[in-house]
């Protein structure tokens, strides 16, 4: 194995044409840090044009995560605003640059994911063009209840999901299983925890792996992801989610709720959400909807920088991650208070510098 740029969380080397990146930070589920971001840029833009490396595969060291998202907590416990912009400018360049070359990379790219693979998570892997999971996936974007948004390019991805089903993920945080990615293209194979390791061998001893090998050798492994919810209550979910404003698609929520538990469940999320969150994650779903990779993280940065100063997300910390209550306080405290002003002003051009993707 040729060894690639490392730190003590992201362990990369070179195994016969396969460029193998592990995310090791096991006690924290993966929650990627700077100090993640960095390293994955670094090792990312290194194979891109390496001639030995023909395709990546990204994984993680323990079967309870792929990774749980970004380490938001080392954000929003920062009692300064200015400080929470400052790191946030830092982190959110380098990560969504990461997104970015993922979904831009010249050569398949394969995820291997199991357990908890949310927010951040899913930027490391929906991007990619072989995202592979076992039984034991749990997948979500949940950070409306965060005070944030589904950012890492979430409007990229989730509007490819089928009909109205990305707009109701990305507002009620929704968790999902392995048939249940499957339906919503956030996956593309199935492959048993178990064989894993299998896997990774046959793609380790492939003497070429362009597209065609890497289908190949993936499908010799994969099985059947079953049948999952989201199939059955695509009709409801796309009468519910697919409307033009956010309100009207509250509204409709609310009288369904009675009708099913899951519509009660979403109709719960939407009332206990950050408000503002809500709004700017609607704004990005439709704006974002037929965008390039590049002007949807373009975008979701000039948001995230924003809103992370901001008290909610500071709260939304709070209340999850320091004080766990689950009682945020949120400011403005309803969805009628938050206008269509305040979202554009988290989309306006950002003083200090824009996103820059190279």
């Known amino acids: 194995m040729t060894a690639a740029p490392t730190t003590s969380e992201i362990v990369s080397g070179i195994q016969g044409r396969l460029g193998v990146i592990t995310l090791d930070r096991p006690k924290a589920l993966n929650a990627l840090n700077f100090a993640m971001v960095q390293a994955l840029e670094t090792v990312l833009n290194g194979w891109a044009d390496n001639p030995a490396v023909d395709a990546v595969l990204i994984k993680s060291s323990t079967e309870r995560a792929f990774c749980s998202g970004g380490d938001v907590r080392a954000i929003g416990i920062l009692p300064d605003p200015a400080a929470r912009e400052a790191l946030g400018r830092d982190f959110f360049a380098t990560e969504y640059r990461v997104n970015h070359r993922i979904n831009t990379f010249p050569k398949p790219f394969i995820a291997l994911l199991s357990g908890v693979t949310m927010g951040g998570g899913l930027g490391l892997s929906a991007h990619g063009s072989h995202r592979v999971a076992s039984e034991t996936l749990r997948m979500a974007m949940p950070e409306t209840v965060l005070g944030l948004f589904p950012d890492v390019g979430g409007a990229w991805f989730l509007n490819r999901c089928p009909g109205a089903i990305g707009r109701y993920l990305a507002l009620t945080g929704q968790h999902i299983g392995l048939a249940d990615a499957r339906t919503a293209n956030l996956i593309t194979h199935h492959v048993p925890a178990a064989a894993f390791d299998a896997l990774l061998a046959s793609l380790v001893a492939a003497p070429k792996l362009d597209r065609a090998s890497v289908d190949a050798i993936i499908a010799a492994h994969a099985a059947d992801p079953g049948a999952g919810v989201l199939a059955t209550r695509q009709a409801e979910i796309d009468r519910l989610f697919s409307g033009n404003e956010l309100d009207a698609v509250v509204d409709a929520v609310g009288r369904a ?23 700017a994650t609607w704004r990005r779903m439709v704006d974002g909807c037929g965008q390039d990779i590049a002007r949807v993280l373009k975008d979701d940065y000039r948001m995230a920088v924003r809103i992370v100063a901001g008290r909610d997300f500071a709260e939304g910390v709070r209340s ?12 403005p405290p309803t969805l009628g208070a938050v206008t269509a002003a305040d979202i554009d002003a988290l989309l306006a051009p950002l003083p200090g510098g824009e996103l820059e993707l190279g």
């Open 257 to 279: 709720a009675s009708g099913a538990a899951w519509i009660a469940e979403a109709h719960a999320v939407l009332h206990h959400a950050s408000p503002t969150s809500l709004r």
């Open 320 to 331: 999850i991650f320091v004080d766990k209550d689950r009682n945020p306080r949120w400011d």
